[in-house]
């Protein structure tokens, strides 16, 4: 399993990033899909995740109502559009795949992590 994460840069607060994760070798509409965040000196936390049939979403407390995370199943590709970012928002973003078929669980367990893609939001 390959996860690709792509997206992150540097803004401004207020700004927007859209992240994306490529995914291989698994059959990508068949899992739920996440997204976590690790900033400095703190634990890597669950920011949000998309059950496989894309009809639920979870999301950390700190993120609900500025991220929308969403699923493209014919590009095997999860995304995280994030916007009104926010100082506290800077960490290395992982995408990341459910250990199990057909899941819908929050916290997600994980089965696989992409490499990171770093996002810093500047006062």
């Known amino acids: 399993v390959q996860l690709q994460a792509s997206g992150g840069g540097s803004v401004q607060a207020g700004g927007s990033l859209r992240l994306s994760c490529v995914t291989s070798?698994?059959?990508?509409?068949?899992?739920?899909m996440g997204w976590f965040r690790q900033a400095p000196q703190k634990e890597r936390e669950g920011v949000a995740a998309?059950?496989?049939?894309?009809?639920?979403?979870h999301y950390a407390d700190s993120v609900k109502g500025r991220f929308t995370i969403s699923r493209d199943d014919a590009k095997n590709t999860v995304y995280l559009q994030m916007n009104d970012l926010k100082p506290e928002d800077t960490a290395v973003y992982y995408c990341?795949?459910?250990?199990?078929?057909?899941?819908?669980?929050?916290?997600?367990?994980?089965?696989?992590w992409g490499r990171g893609t770093q996002v810093t939001v500047a006062s």
């Open positions: 998309i059950s496989w049939t894309g009809g639920s979403t």
């Open positions: 070798g698994l059959t990508f509409s068949s899992y739920e």
């Open positions: 990341a795949v459910n250990d199990l078929k057909w899941g819908n669980r929050w916290p997600m367990p994980v089965g696989s």
